[in-house]
């Protein structure tokens, strides 16, 4: 299954790093319908990347801190699998919001 809004997956295809890289859908149903093969995707990283992560942070809980800096896209194949996690609907929200601020 492809990773939808607000699920966290871990995916070795993007990275180099040992253990793989965690990230979170950030696109929601309009652009997955429109770009089917791709999806927008912010890094998580847990504690001990986070004080090189960047400047513009956002705290997941338990599950790390997305990095809201450098939103991309990917493949929608490299997402697949169980989520490590998932955030909610209202958090997501703000999210996209504070994501659409730093680019719009």
Request: charged share 15%.
């Amino acid at each position: 299954m492809t990773a939808q809004r607000g699920q966290i997956i871990l995916t070795q295809a993007a990275t180099v790093m040992p253990g793989g890289t965690m990230f979170l859908v950030v696109s929601g149903e309009n652009y997955n319908h429109d770009q089917p093969g791709l999806r927008l995707v912010v890094q998580v990283v847990g504690p001990q990347l986070r004080p090189a992560a960047g400047a513009y942070l956002y705290d997941l809980g338990t599950i790390g801190t997305a990095v809201l800096v450098a939103p991309t896209t990917l493949p929608s194949d490299w997402l697949t699998g169980e989520p490590m996690g998932e955030v909610d609907s209202d958090t997501m929200d703000d999210i996209a919001t504070r994501i659409a601020r730093l680019y719009l």
